[in-house]
């Protein structure tokens, strides 16, 4: 495994060297030290914790404030991982300062040396602003969960012809807008694969599939999705590699079983006082103690 660092300038050159990239999301320190360690190029920490860490049914409560707080255990556990934070709905949106500020926060206080928005030919402005104070951005067009009220629901995207939000010409020129407002590579989530494919080859950026086909330059999945620890719906784009649920459940099951019985813990999972040594009686007629 190559364990030099990953660096936004790194995963440029990914797509002019024709190698791949791997994307995970990633949430908390134990996790992201292992995925780190396996080799993951991009650790995301995504608003997709509202919905695999939260319990909530969309992305959309996510706050700034939850953003950083789980960046910086992530942060704090790669050595290797690019590490992307996620900017959360409104804030980034409301204004071009508003953006800056968040964006700066991530980095600043989460440990994010990138962030990722959601958007096209609408936040091509916004890109703009943040690379030009040196903030790399990831772009995101497709399936955009932050617009799934538009949507009405997780729908795929881009079947339809057309400029209107969501049909296919228009992806094609969300796309090239948030290339050329630079950033430095662009998430296609739910778009068909022959449009996948197009928009790979028409941009110089890498990028990263998520239920977009095998021609993008990277893929990315939810973490939980990946280990089975999410089952409310199961995306037809992923894949899950280990039931995880099962295996922890079984683990506390077993746990509960051998408390009730009286099994765990046994004086191996046990501490024991030191042994007192009874010594001659002292000068006085007070027995002396010592600690054997």
Sequence with gaps: MNLQK????????RKRDGKKISMLTAYDYPFAR????????????GDTLGMVVQGLDTTLPVTVDEIV????????ARTRALVVGDLPFLSYQVSIEEALRNAGRMM????????KLEGGVNVAATIAALT?????????????????????????QGKKRGRAPGGRERLL??????EEAGAFAVVLEGIPLDLAAEITERLSIPTIGIGAGVRCDGQVLVLHDLLGLFDKFAPKFSKRYVNLKEI???AVRQYVSEVESGAF???AHSFHSPKVVEKPLALGGRPARSAG
């Design 34 to 45: 292992i995925l780190d360690e396996a080799g993951i190029d991009v650790l995301l920490v």
């Design 173 to 178: 020129e969300d796309a090239a807008a948030v």
């Design 132 to 156: 030009a104070v040196d903030i790399p951005v990831m772009g995101h067009v497709g399936l955009t969960p932050q617009s799934v009220h538009r949507m009405g629901g997780h729908k795929v």
């Design 108 to 115: 600043k206080e989460g440990g994010a040396e990138a962030v």
């Design 6 to 13: 990953v660096t936004v300038p790194e995963i440029s050159r």
């Design 265 to 267: 813990p046994t004086d």
């Design 69 to 76: 707080y789980h960046l910086k255990m992530v942060a704090r």
């Design 248 to 250: 922890v459940g079984g």
